[in-house]
């Protein structure tokens, strides 16, 4: 009969009535449990600081931003007594997010394995395990991307070592003669360790060493924060300590899940030998998953089907005020209110190639005294630095004989824009005529303690900082500056403002989207990582979501294009731009649609012909410029070999 419910179906809705009861205990139980420490926090801040203004929505690092204005920020005690606070304070954060993470259900497909690993051999064997995944995850987390590069490594490498070494310390358990052979020839290696086979603290460091590299746990703010400022910053104590912090939390934890589990097991230690065996059959069974990329499926359907709450237990932490705060200072932001002297600027250091300059010839900030100082730090692939040159170019025009030089910082957030003749073409192509010098290694970008593209600093003609401004907008308010400090160094500028037609950012609901593992965010196919991945069909994303089809090659930054390679994109703005670039400068194709149909010539970005992309050098390229902002799906089809980087909208 239509509408009647059979016992099954009745059954099947009470179940999952009660599990959205429980579901909802714990969803309050969570955020109770968080508002509570996070008035602890507070109030240990107002004790040890004086009541610390906390800055809230602190902008992520080395991103460009859409009209963002300096924050009007009162901020105290910032000296070293403070600084060592807001790192001990961002430490315990870490701590309690790396513990709660480590339960989290984006780890199930690695727990068998370390409870396997902790379940046998000798006493000291968990110990090792977590040790061992503790270090490994913390140089993971913030040094591995030098190492890979600096050997020009596959992204994927060390995950499949990774996983090569669970398979083999699976199979010695299993098989008694392969785990005899093992222990022989690992003892040769190193005479004085335990045995190998499972019986002490070195092979339980060796598997958890292993492990680290593919422990992915459901990083929140302060993972991430670390180690997107790893990528671009040189090593510091403080942001080592916070890594080590969030891996010494997950450590404990698992800890203490060994300890359990060995325990509980002390009945069964007759079986010992089918113990092993069984165990050993989860490391193997579990390495042959990872290696087919069963993990990364798993992780996907948990992330879909469960409450944010439990895919992610600590996000409400790591996203309050106090750690948002804490990372703030770990990035080293700071900004001027009115024009106060800041500090005394920082000069030009390690930097490369000069361009506009005389003979190339390098500039210093002593030999600029007497002028006011202009540095702009950008990178010629980021849309929000290239619709900030027209006004640059303007004030260059218009207040250069009155005394002001403009020294554009050209830092690369990509590597392929490291090139110097990357960078002296996009030079010419922009029409720029002030000094622009290569920043390669951060040097500037340092010394400045910069985090954001594009950023201003102004500086009188007695080298003093001044006043600073990151993103776009304000305009009006940066050339008063300029007049502010012209005039004070005795060079009165003729009156009035200057008269620029440049395109103005329009509204925008979708943020920047970034291809690579190392910052990938809101992907439908689930948590992204470095390798060969094979998608199959692109599903559609909801809003400001993005979707991988096909065959890709994943690395940290980039996403390389093979067999059926398609990206679906939800998204909201009137502009879209997408940073490509070709394997070997070949010439190859991305076809682009526009809600299901072929982009018509007046949607259609400044690079697209009768609905193509012909991708060749690596920059910034225009998809898709509407009359006005909307929500649309973008598919895009791509040639083998084409090299995607980030999405940027306007």
């Given at each position: 009969?239509?509408?009647?419910v059979?016992?099954a179906?009745?059954?099947?809705?009470?179940?999952?009535?009660?599990?959205r009861r429980v579901?909802?205990?714990?969803?309050?139980?969570?955020d109770?449990?968080?508002?509570?420490?996070?008035?602890?926090v507070?109030?240990?801040e107002?004790?040890?600081?004086g009541?610390?203004?906390?800055?809230?929505?602190?902008?992520?690092?080395?991103?460009?931003?859409?009209s963002?204005t300096?924050?009007?920020?009162a901020?105290?005690?910032?000296?070293?007594a403070?600084?060592?606070?807001?790192?001990a304070?961002?430490?315990?954060?870490?701590?309690?997010a790396?513990?709660a993470?480590a339960?989290?259900?984006c780890?199930?497909?690695?727990?068998?394995?370390?409870?396997?690993?902790?379940?046998?051999?000798?006493?000291?064997?968990p110990?090792?395990v977590?040790t061992g995944?503790?270090?490994?995850?913390?140089?993971?987390?913030?040094?591995?991307?030098y190492?890979?590069?600096?050997?020009?490594?596959?992204?994927?490498?060390?995950?499949?070592?990774?996983?090569?070494?669970?398979?083999?310390?699976?199979?010695?358990?299993?098989?008694?003669?392969?785990?005899?052979?093992?222990?022989?020839?690992?003892t040769r290696l190193?005479?004085a360790?335990?045995a190998s086979?499972?019986?002490?603290?070195?092979s339980?460091?060796?598997?958890?060493?292993?492990?680290?590299?593919?422990?992915?746990?459901?990083?929140?703010?302060?993972?991430?924060?670390v180690?997107?400022?790893?990528?671009?910053q040189?090593?510091?104590?403080g942001?080592?300590?916070?890594?080590?912090?969030?891996?010494?939390?997950?450590?404990?934890?698992?800890?203490?899940l060994?300890?359990g589990?060995?325990?509980?097991?002390?009945?069964?230690?007759?079986?010992?030998?089918?113990?092993?065996?069984?165990?050993?059959?989860?490391?193997?069974?579990?390495a042959?998953?990872?290696?087919?990329?069963?993990?990364t499926r798993?992780?996907?359907?948990?992330a879909?089907?469960?409450?944010?709450?439990?895919?992610d237990?600590?996000?409400?932490?790591?996203?309050s005020?106090?750690?948002?705060?804490?990372?703030?200072?770990?990035?080293?932001?700071?900004?001027?209110d009115?024009?106060?002297v800041?500090?005394?600027?920082?000069?030009f250091?390690?930097?490369?190639?000069?361009?506009?300059?005389?003979?190339?010839?390098?500039?210093?900030?002593?030999?600029?005294r007497g002028?006011?100082v202009?540095?702009?730090?950008?990178?010629?692939?980021?849309?929000n630095?290239?619709?900030?040159?027209?006004?640059?170019?303007?004030?260059?025009a218009?207040y250069?004989?009155?005394?002001?030089?403009?020294?554009?910082?050209?830092?690369?957030?990509?590597?392929?824009?490291?090139?110097?003749?990357?960078?002296?073409?996009?030079?010419?192509q922009?029409?720029?005529?002030?000094?622009?010098?290569?920043?390669?290694?951060?040097?500037?970008?340092?010394?400045?303690?910069?985090?954001?593209?594009?950023?201003?600093?102004?500086?009188?003609?007695?080298?003093?900082?001044r006043?600073?401004?990151?993103?776009?907008?304000?305009?009006?308010?940066?050339?008063?500056?300029?007049?502010?400090l012209?005039?004070?160094?005795?060079?009165a500028?003729?009156?009035?403002?200057?008269?620029?037609?440049?395109?103005q950012?329009?509204?925008?609901?979708?943020?920047?989207?970034?291809?690579?593992?190392?910052?990938a965010?809101?992907?439908?196919?689930g948590?992204?990582?470095?390798?060969?991945?094979?998608?199959?069909?692109?599903?559609?994303?909801?809003?400001?979501?993005?979707?991988?089809?096909?065959?890709?090659?994943?690395?940290?930054?980039t996403?390389?294009?093979?067999?059926?390679a398609?990206?679906?994109?939800t998204?909201g703005?009137?502009?879209v731009?997408?940073?490509?670039g070709?394997?070997g400068?070949?010439?190859?194709?991305?076809?682009?649609r526009?809600?299901?149909?072929?982009?018509r010539?007046?949607?259609?970005?400044?690079?697209?012909?009768?609905?193509?992309?012909?991708?060749?050098?690596?920059?910034?390229?225009?998809?898709?410029d509407?009359?006005?902002?909307g929500?649309?799906?973008?598919?895009?089809?791509f040639?083998p070999?084409v090299?995607?980087?980030?999405?940027?909208?306007?």
């Amino acid at each position: 009969m239509e509408g009647a419910v059979v016992p099954a179906q009745a059954d099947e809705r009470l179940r999952h009535r009660a599990l959205r009861r429980v579901a909802g205990v714990l969803v309050v139980a969570h955020d109770r449990a968080a508002v509570a420490l996070e008035a602890a926090v507070v109030a240990l801040e107002q004790r040890g600081e004086g009541g610390l203004v906390a800055v809230s929505g602190a902008p992520r690092v080395r991103r460009s931003y859409d009209s963002l204005t300096p924050a009007r920020e009162a901020a105290a005690s910032r000296g070293g007594a403070a600084t060592l606070h807001s790192v001990a304070l961002l430490i315990a954060f870490a701590f309690v997010a790396g513990g709660a993470t480590a339960v989290s259900p984006c780890v199930l497909p690695v727990l068998p394995v370390a409870l396997s690993a902790g379940l046998t051999g000798g006493r000291r064997r968990p110990l090792g395990v977590v040790t061992g995944l503790a270090l490994s995850f913390t140089f993971a987390t913030v040094a591995l991307v030098y190492v890979v590069d600096a050997l020009g490594l596959p992204g994927d490498v060390l995950r499949k070592v990774a996983i090569v070494v669970l398979l083999v310390f699976g199979l010695a358990l299993v098989v008694p003669r392969a785990g005899a052979r093992l222990e022989a020839w690992l003892t040769r290696l190193a005479p004085a360790a335990p045995a190998s086979r499972g019986e002490g603290f070195g092979s339980g460091l060796l598997v958890g060493t292993s492990l680290g590299f593919v422990y992915a746990p459901c990083a929140g703010p302060i993972l991430a924060g670390v180690i997107t400022v790893s990528a671009s910053q040189s090593f510091t104590a403080g942001r080592l300590a916070v890594a080590l912090a969030y891996g010494a939390g997950s450590a404990v934890v698992l800890y203490a899940l060994m300890l359990g589990g060995r325990r509980a097991t002390r009945r069964l230690s007759r079986h010992t030998p089918r113990l092993q065996a069984g165990m050993g059959a989860v490391m193997v069974v579990v390495a042959l998953a990872m290696l087919g990329n069963y993990d990364t499926r798993l992780e996907t359907a948990i992330a879909d089907d469960l409450p944010a709450f439990l895919v992610d237990p600590s996000r409400s932490l790591e996203s309050s005020a106090s750690a948002r705060e804490r990372l703030a200072r770990l990035r080293g932001e700071r900004r001027a209110d009115g024009l106060p002297v800041l500090a005394t600027a920082p000069d030009f250091v390690g930097t490369q190639r000069w361009f506009n300059t005389p003979g190339g010839r390098p500039l210093s900030l002593r030999a600029l005294r007497g002028h006011v100082v202009l540095v702009d730090f950008w990178t010629y692939t980021c849309i929000n630095c290239l619709r900030t040159l027209p006004y640059l170019k303007a004030w260059d025009a218009r207040y250069r004989r009155d005394g002001l030089v403009i020294v554009g910082v050209h830092t690369p957030e990509f590597p392929f824009e490291r090139s110097a003749g990357n960078v002296r073409r996009a030079i010419a192509q922009n029409g720029l005529r002030y000094p622009v010098v290569q920043d390669n290694r951060y040097a500037t970008w340092g010394a400045y303690r910069n985090q954001y593209w594009p950023a201003e600093y102004f500086i009188d003609a007695r080298g003093r900082l001044r006043y600073t401004h990151f993103g776009e907008g304000d305009y009006g308010r940066k050339e008063r500056v300029i007049r502010s400090l012209l005039a004070e160094a005795g060079r009165a500028p003729d009156a009035g403002d200057v008269r620029v037609h440049a395109q103005q950012p329009g509204e925008v609901s979708t943020p920047e989207t970034y291809l690579g593992a190392a910052r990938a965010e809101r992907f439908v196919n689930g948590p992204i990582r470095p390798g060969r991945q094979a998608f199959g069909r692109a599903a559609t994303p909801p809003p400001d979501h993005l979707a991988y089809g096909g065959r890709w090659l994943i690395g940290a930054v980039t996403a390389e294009a093979g067999r059926g390679a398609r990206l679906q994109l939800t998204f909201g703005a009137r502009r879209v731009f997408l940073v490509l670039g070709s394997r070997g400068d070949a010439p190859r194709s991305v076809r682009v649609r526009l809600d299901g149909r072929p982009l018509r010539r007046r949607d259609a970005g400044a690079d697209v012909r009768e609905g193509r992309v012909t991708v060749r050098r690596y920059r910034l390229y225009s998809l898709v410029d509407l009359p006005g902002a909307g929500r649309h799906l973008l598919t895009l089809d791509f040639s083998p070999g084409v090299r995607g980087y980030a999405f940027t909208f306007g």
